[in-house]
């Protein structure tokens, strides 16, 4: 922990996860990070070992020697690594916009 990622953290409770609920406080503090810092940091929203899966499966990708990853030498091409919004990585994204839907309605 450091103080940037205490400004930038907001938490949510076990039982909003189970709920797939948040409560307008925690709802609050995100829109609040959100419009303060432009960013958000959601500790433990999704399980280690999820996550792991999600890092194994990037990894296998930015290592393979074929992956197309575009002209990203060039400035003006430059953007992150296009990995593809598909199986556990459109399932995560899902799942997290599912939960935080209510904050940006």
């Known amino acids: 922990s450091g103080l940037g990622l205490d400004l930038l953290s907001a ?32 500790p433990k929203i999704h399980s280690k070992s999820r996550c792991k899966l999600l890092a194994e499966l990037v990894h296998e990708m930015i290592m393979d020697p074929w992956f197309e990853f575009g002209n990203i030498h060039h400035a003006f091409m430059r953007k992150d690594y296009p990995l593809p919004l598909t199986g556990p990585f459109l399932d995560i994204l899902r799942d997290t916009l599912s939960l935080l839907r209510p904050v940006f309605e």
């Open 11 to 42: 938490r949510v409770t076990r039982r909003e996860l189970e709920d797939n609920v948040l409560s307008e406080r925690t709802q609050k503090n995100i829109a609040n990070r959100l419009l303060s810092h432009g960013a958000v940091i959601l």
